[in-house]
């Protein structure tokens, strides 16, 4: 059963801002760890922003100053707000919960647990 789901990706133009939301069930949102990831076409997925233990916070060196994210305990879900958006930026986006041997900030691939199905985001110059 899907377990994260994705929604808010779309076509933007550069400097334009997307909001990402990803609804989890409370399984595994009450995980201490979690993570937006995404892939460009051609590039292996790559670890973007998490937020452990509601209160450690990490970006990626690529989007610091850009994206924020956070998430709502209550309605079980985590946004990703991406601002300045850049070609680069470019990739699906997937959300992704901390398995039971996670450690660091959960921005590797062996740490993950459960992935969404992805939303596409697109930014043209």
């Known amino acids: 059963q899907v377990q994260l789901v994705e929604s808010g990706g779309g076509s933007v133009q550069t400097g334009g801002s997307l909001r990402l939301s990803c609804e989890a069930s409370r399984s595994v949102f009450t995980t201490n760890c979690m993570a937006w990831f995404r892939q460009a076409p051609g590039k292996e997925r790559e670890g973007v922003a998490s937020?452990?233990?509601?209160?450690?916070?990490t970006y990626a060196d690529s989007v610091k100053g850009r994206f924020t994210i956070s998430r709502v305990n209550a309605k079980n879900t985590l946004y990703l707000q991406m601002n300045s958006l850049k070609p680069e930026d470019t990739a699906m986006y997937y959300c992704a919960a901390g398995g039971s041997s996670w450690n660091g900030n959960c921005l590797r691939e062996a740490d993950i647990g459960d992935w969404g199905q992805g939303t596409q985001v697109t930014v043209s110059s």
């Open positions: 937020i452990k233990r509601n209160t450690i916070i």
